[in-house]
């Protein structure tokens, strides 16, 4: 069960760290979020190390679909609703700049970069629809109506942004990543003020960036209460009709489609972490219906980290660590959300004011419906009297039938059949009792 990023990906390897090391930043997190901030602030002249616990870009990253755009789902009307037109157009601006920065350095990287418009559609509500599209131009974006004819199915309409784009995203890291100070295959097990204790030696910092997807501290900031996480499952096709476009749906159970060469990356399935889902039965069940004599080239699953508000947290990882900062709950967008987080990372670490940072701030309200959700749900995992329990903080485990795992209803760890861990915020494996 491999995306189709991995088979063809130019692999460069990094030795793990030996012995004690010193540095003005740490990050620890080798997804692309860590290593566009290490890229950024090497490239600003600032010291910097990246540590990863296997080997960079083996989490979540490999798992995207590498859509490059500003259109994250309907977020243009509800960030106005929610928040206000300023902010919400500083939104879009850090989109838009991260785009930019994309375009500009793939420029000389073979990544297979691509201009592509950009669709979210409704299959049942065109007001969304017509909503967002006025959200947006009142932005200052254009956008435009659409009946997404290239769908192989009937919408109600469709927000058309053009000239977005898409790429292979383990060509542009490992090519970004071959000159930069990482170590693999060391995990960091203990955070300290100003040290970090890894399997390998010990790396002393003045400031620390926390990039592992779910951030791994729990005594600071209430992540484990303001993000909850999402899985979503991906069927490459060959021999399916080009879309010819990136496609998502609004809601979250919904479909998405982009083409990679002659293959058809079709997505959904999607369901809250250790809850029920349609999961890649779905997407079967849809291509048979929907095309002829296709086959399954490959088909994967990825887990996305979800906020309250569905704004990414960027910044200052709480009021108390004034030295430590955090990227997470990229809300399905990681791609763009990454390169935005290490503008606004490398920034602060210099002491540089930041045009998006308030937006992102981690310490913004928590007052949104969600976190009554979180609570709920956590709560439930907590008082279940069912074994195994997550190491995380305690919750009962779910097993996952459709990929063979112990899945967290809480927040989102995930552990192999043998107890190894797949997805944090755990940091150890599940200890599985041994049946007689």
């Known amino acids: 069960m491999k995306s189709v990023w991995v088979d063809n990906a130019p692999y460069v390897k990094f030795e793990a760290l030996d012995g004690n090391k010193n540095t003005d930043v740490l ?4 997804g692309i ?40 789902g309907l977020i243009c009307n509800n960030l106005i609703k929610h928040f206000d037109e300023d902010e919400a157009r500083l939104y879009l601006k850090a989109q838009i700049r991260a785009g ?32 967002e599209v006025a959200a947006f131009n009142k932005l200052g974006v254009k956008a435009e109506f659409s009946d997404a ?11 058309r942004v053009k000239d977005q784009a898409q790429f292979h995203p383990l060509k542009f890291i490992f090519a970004i990543a071959k ?9 960091v097990v203990e955070l300290q003020p100003g040290k970090a204790v890894t399997t390998h030696g010990e790396i002393r910092y003045k400031k620390l960036i926390i990039a592992t997807h779910f951030p791994i501290l729990n005594k600071h900031g209430g992540y484990f209460l303001k993000l909850y996480q999402h899985r979503s499952y991906v069927l490459a096709l060959q021999s399916a009709r080009n879309v010819d476009g990136m496609y998502v749906d609004e809601a979250d159970t919904g479909l998405s489609f982009r083409h990679y060469g002659d293959i058809l990356l079709l997505g959904g399935g999607g369901h809250r972490t250790g809850k029920q889902g349609g999961c890649w039965q779905e997407l079967e069940a849809f291509a048979k219906k929907h095309y002829e004599n296709y086959q399954i080239a ?6 996305d980290c979800m906020t309250l508000d569905g704004v990414p947290y960027i910044g200052q990882y709480a009021k108390a660590t004034p030295d430590v900062y955090v990227a997470t709950g990229f809300n399905k967008w990681g791609i763009t959300n990454s390169m935005v987080a290490a503008d606004i990372l490398s ?20 007052l949104h419906p969600q976190l009554a959700v979180n609570v709920f749900d956590s709560t439930v995992g907590l008082l279940t009297p069912t074994v195994p329990r997550c190491p995380h903080l305690g919750c009962a485990l779910k097993y996952n039938r459709a990929e063979h795992s112990w899945d967290c209803p809480c927040h989102g760890s995930r552990f192999a059949e043998n107890g190894e861990l797949i997805d944090n915020p755990a940091t150890d494996d599940l200890q599985l009792k041994k049946r007689v």
Not at 27 to 30: A, K, Q
Not at 149 to 159: K, N, R, S, T, Y
Not at 298 to 303: E, H, I, N, S
Request: hydrophobic share 35%.
């Open 27 to 30: 990050i620890v997190g080798g």
């Open 33 to 72: 979020a860590g290593i566009l901030c290490a890229c950024k602030l090497k490239n600003a002249g600032v010291d910097c190390v990246l540590t990863e616990a296997a080997e960079i870009c083996s989490g979540v990253t490999k798992n995207t679909t590498a859509k490059i755009t500003l259109q994250h």
């Open 100 to 131: 930019e920065e994309y375009a500009r350095m793939c420029r000389n990287i073979d990544c297979d970069y691509e201009k592509k418009d950009s669709y979210v559609y409704s299959l049942h509500d065109r007001k969304k629809i017509e909503k």
């Open 149 to 159: 004819p290239e769908l192989p199915f009937a919408v109600a309409g469709a927000v």
């Open 179 to 187: 000159d930069l100070p990482i170590f693999e295959h060391t995990k």
């Open 298 to 303: 490959g088909k994967w699953a990825t887990q």
């Open 347 to 366: 920034d602060l670490i210099q002491g540089k004011p930041n045009p998006w940072a308030e937006v992102f701030s981690p310490s913004r309200s928590v």
